[in-house]
């Protein structure tokens, strides 16, 4: 199954999976265990975060440790480069508005 970077990213439960392996590869069960979800439910998000490229599967004795590919990313990063200026521009708002605030 492919699936497409801003197809797999657009659900919370993969975002927070890609969060958790940011910090080095985990093993399944591992992963599993930081939801309330079922393990086979965990293992479909994993499936589609493989999919799209986003995490590889390593096989070590009975277990599957993943780790986070962050190169499709770069596809999200390009796409949202041109709207930066708008959130860039919001925070010095806020930042002039805090700064009248707090003064």
């Given at each position: 199954m492919i699936t497409d970077v801003f197809s797999a990213l657009a659900?919370?439960?993969?975002?927070?999976?890609?969060?958790?392996?940011?910090?080095?590869?985990?093993?399944?069960?591992?992963?599993?265990?930081?939801?309330?979800?079922s393990r086979p439910a965990v293992s479909e998000h994993l499936s589609v975060l493989r999919g799209a490229g986003l995490v590889r599967e390593e096989p070590r004795g009975r277990h599957r440790?993943?780790?986070?590919?962050?190169?499709?990313?770069?596809?999200?990063?390009?796409?949202l480069h041109p709207y930066e200026h708008f959130w860039r521009e919001r925070l010095r708002s806020l930042r002039d508005v805090l700064d009248e605030e707090f003064s």
């Open positions: 659900n919370p439960v993969r975002r927070q999976l890609l969060d958790s392996l940011r910090e080095g590869p985990r093993a399944a069960g591992e992963l599993a265990g930081q939801f309330s979800l440790y993943y780790h986070l590919q962050a190169q499709p990313l770069a596809e999200v990063g390009q796409w």
